[in-house]
Each structure stands twice: as C-alpha cells, then as structure tokens.
C-alpha cells in the first residue's frame, strides 16, 4: 500500500508526459518482473543497514509514468531525518546535462552556433595557449607554451575537447598547475572564473582529446554573455520554471529547507579541493553550470521525461527533436581522431555527446542497451536513459566512495528485471 501510495503521488507530481495529468500508476509496467524488481529493494537496504550509504531515493519511469519508486534509509544520519520524497541533493556534474541543455536551447534560438569561437563571446580566450610537457637532460620534465592550432568552439565545450581539465585528477603538469593556481579563490562569479581559467595553459590542442573538465563551467558564462541574464535567470525563465523544477538552483536559500539537503556519511565527505560546493546554503556568486546544482527527484525525472519524450513536457517544446538526437549521438568517436586518455570517464564501451555518454557498443555479459546516454555526480547521484525501452532511472544520493559500485550493481538489476520475452517483442514489433 505504502509503495501504491508513493507511485500515486509521483505520477501526479510528475505527471504524463504528453498531457500532463495524472493517471493511475501501476504497479510495474509492461516488460518488468514485480520480484526482480523487489531486489533492487533488498540491495538498497542493505546498503544502509551495513552503513555504507545514509539513504537515496530510487526511480524506474517507463511510458512516462514510474515503474519502481522506493526511498531508503535517511536525508541525515546525523539527525536522524528519513529519506523523504521532497529531498535535495548536490548534484555536482549531473549539473553539466542541465547547462548544456539550456546551451542548445539557445542554438535553437539561432542566438548561438555550435562552430562559433569562445573568444567571440569571452575575449579572454583569444590568444589561449596549450601547455606541453618537454623533458632536459637531466630528465626533468619542463612546461613549455604553445599557441593553440585552432580556436576553442561552443562544440568544444560541449563535448570536453576544449583542452580544458580539472586539477584534482591526474599529476599533468597542466593539472599541477590549475590545482595550485587558487582557481577558487574568494567569492567571484562566472565572468572572473572564465578569466582565470583563460589564463591557465590548455591540456592539449582545441579539439584533439577528451579532456573532463571546466568546459560546461565556462559554457555557463557563454550562457550569461548571450541571453544578457545570469545562468539561474535564464535557466529559471527557459527551463526550471515552465518544466516546475522548483527545487532545482545553485544555492538553497531558504532556511526551512536546510533539513532536506541530504547529506553523505560523516566519514564519506571528501569531494576535492572544489570546496565552495560542499555546503549548499553557503550563498557565493559563482553559479556553476559544470558541477554547482542542487536539485531533487522530482525535478531531475521532469527534466530526462523532457529528453525522452524529444525534447517535449506537458505539451510545451523545449527542445527540437532533431536537438536532443544530435545531443544523445556520439561526437568523439573514432572517425573524428578524437583522443581518449587515462582519464575517459565515459569508459571504453561509449561515446560522448553533449552533456552525456553514448554507448557505443553493448559490453559483453551485459542488457545494457547501445544508445544509452547517462552522466553521474561526484556526490553519488547518477541516471541513465534507454530510448529503446523507453526509459530512465535516476538514483538520488549522498554517496562519493560507493557511488560507481552502486550505479553498475543497480543497472544490472534493472535490465535483470526488464523481461526479456516483452523486449524482444517490442523490438520485433518495431
């Protein structure tokens, strides 16, 4: 009854995804096992009983309206709070699928094209250099500048091979030296970020190489440049409010809601040296598009039913269709010479688009389906969406050391759960 009960309100929280009213939910649609589901139940709860995890809320939406939705464990495990259904999560890099969602909406608008220059809107990066790694005869290793080849493109930042990276992976002297560069320095916002950042050596050439990094941070101020507004007015304008993602923002700014910002365990806080994310509430200027959102269920499964559905909600066109294929196709793949190092987090099984991973290939002992497309956070959140089953789950929680072991457990249980006989004849029927 209790499960009856949550699924009822979800789909009337979320609503259909061509009308937008509500139906009564099933338990679990067409094409999904009631007791393999029920495992994904005993595995969370474990999780929480052993004390690996404090809590999470997971959702399976299929045909638009929610298959699986349990909650487990608790917001805080410090206070005691339960999981509820109403909590907030940082969602670090899934905030990097919302910015180059509201990035693309503009190349809708014709306001931005995908092979305009950086430089065009954020001078800074007009001269940028690359920094290359070149040894003495003693051995050591020297950074030597070099001018970039081509310019850095919106395309660039869209699909990380803007030669941007991150200085907490890796020991690159390029990274060595964004780690020691006080890049976080002081309360600044977009504008001066990108213009620390310009001053900073590239990893490697304009697109050659995936590199993970501030790239959808600076598409942030591309953002701000192009629509005149910061990046929480526009996306609040375009996206948050029309699609009723009202718990989704850069900050919590409300008292009353500091006990529903779920929290990790006590023991499970280190998320790198990005440290004016770690506390919501702590108010700043910056508003980062690559990893600064906080958001709950609720908003984030409006947003993928968005994606899902072509880029439609409630009636109301957010994306073109052809938008959301160009975004959910793979853009690094081999014929573009594109590199891939040590640090492809996608993993060898994908590609990239804009703002996710595309799976590419199916890996071996696995259902998981090519054309795929997902993202996680650092903070423990992750989601995928399957265009073929019609599909997304999102697993909402505050885990950073257990949330890659989870996120591969939890999606073999679902494909475990997706009936096989119903698949092939969905597949055979189309």
Known sequence: ??????????????????????????????GFSHARLDRISDYMRNEVTTGKIPGAIVLIQQHGKPVYLEKFGFIDVESGHPMTEDAIFRL???????TSVAAMMLVDDGKLALDDPLSKYIP????????????????????????????????????????????????DA???????????????????FADRLAKLPLMEQPGTGFDYGHSIDVLGRVIEVVSGKSLYEFEKQRLFDPLGMNDTAFYV???????????????DR???????????MQLRRWQGGGA???????????????????????????????????????????????????????????????????RTTQPPNTRFPVGEYRWDGVGGTFFFVDPKDDMFMICMMQSPSQRWRIENEMKTMVYGALETDLRISHDLAH
């Open 174 to 192: 390029v990274r060595k030296l964004y780690l020691s560069s006080n890049l976080y320095l002081g309360d600044f916002d977009n504008a001066e």
């Open 124 to 171: 800074a990066f007009a001269n940028v250099k690359v920094g290359v790694e070149k040894r003495d005869e003693g051995g050591n290793v020297t950074l030597a500048l070099e001018p970039a080849r081509h310019p850095i493109t919106i395309e660039d930042l869209l699909r990380h091979t803007s030669g941007l990276t991150y200085g907490f992976y890796g020991k």
């Open 92 to 98: 670090y890099s899934m905030s990097k699928a919302i």
């Open 253 to 267: 700014t409300d008292q009353a809601k500091r006990p529903l910002i779920a929290e990790p365990m006590p023991d």
């Open 1 to 30: 009854m209790a499960v009856a009960l949550g699924l009822l309100a979800a789909a009337v929280a979320w609503g259909s995804p061509s009308t937008g009213r509500a139906e009564p939910p099933v338990s679990h649609a067409a």
């Open 270 to 280: 280190s998320t790198g040296p990005v440290t004016g994310l770690s506390d919501p």
């Open 292 to 358: 600064g959102m906080v958001s709950s269920m609720s908003d984030y499964a409006r947003f993928l039913q968005m994606l899902l559905n072509g880029g439609t909600f409630d009636g109301k066109r957010y994306l073109k269709p052809e938008t959301v294929a160009l975004m959910t196709s793979d853009h690094i793949g081999p014929g573009t010479k594109i590199s891939h190092d040590g640090f492809y987090f996608p993993g060898a099984d994908s590609g990239f688009g804009f703002g996710f991973a595309v």
